[in-house]
């Protein structure tokens, strides 16, 4: 298992990034979204084949992902200094390395946690057209860490796991409010959300928390699917 201490000073940077700036009003070009999408997806690919123990599969994603990154970095060369996205990127590059190393040294889980932390990096990076779709993929995100850094050592991420609670509640808390105020038919999916997060702030044990989370993580791809 790879000791947590690892990742700490990159997660720690991570935390303090969490506060987002307000939604831009000019969303990306198309292409820029199409590339941002497909980093993001990879990334959570690589959660999957890592804890998969695949080693082909996670060099594949890796790969591909070095591909859209070099991409990014051209693209961006063309455009005004943008300090947040350019910030972004280095983390992007630092989780990158992580990720080589892990999968190197056959780190399962230590590759999970560096690929999730690389799908901030990506969120934060992103322009998205409204508050809501940015806060839906930070939701995701979330219950991933959660699972993974439970996975990992429960015990000796149990700050790192209380900051992820109390994100989750917070981020919970916004789309909830838009869900009611959309339509009254979300009722059901309002109250299970309420449901999950009420298990999380109870601080179950390691295996209830991952349950939840597993749980979490299937129920942001169903309010995902109703909100397109």
Do not use: C
Request: no cysteine; hydrophobic share 45%.
């Amino acid at each position: 298992m790879t000791p947590p201490y690892r990742y700490i000073s990159l997660i720690l940077v991570g935390m303090m990034l969490t506060a987002f700036s307000s939604t831009s009003a000019n969303a990306a070009p198309a292409s820029m979204k199409t590339m941002l999408a497909g980093m993001q997806a990879d990334a959570e690919g690589i959660v999957d084949t890592a804890l998969a123990k695949d080693v082909p599969g996670s060099q594949k994603l890796f790969h591909k992902i070095q591909q859209r990154m070099n991409q990014l970095h051209q693209h961006l060369a063309g455009q005004a200094f943008d300090e947040r996205r350019s910030r972004e990127l280095l983390m992007a590059y630092s989780w990158m390395r992580v990720i080589a190393l892990d999968l190197k040294q056959h780190a399962w889980t230590g590759t999970a946690i560096a690929a999730n932390q690389l799908t901030a990096s990506v969120i934060r990076f992103t322009n998205y057209s409204t508050l809501e779709q940015r806060d839906l993929a930070w939701m995701d995100y979330l219950a991933r860490e959660l699972l993974l850094l439970s996975m990992e050592d429960a015990s000796a991420n149990a700050q790192l796991l209380d900051a992820r609670r109390a994100n989750l509640v917070e981020t919970w808390g916004r789309i909830k409010t838009k869900l009611i105020r959309n339509s009254f038919r979300n009722k059901p999916l309002v109250l299970r959300g309420d449901s999950l997060m009420h298990r999380l702030q109870n601080k179950p044990k390691p295996e209830k928390s991952m349950e939840t989370a597993r749980e979490l993580m299937i129920f942001v791809d169903e309010v995902e699917q109703i909100k397109q």
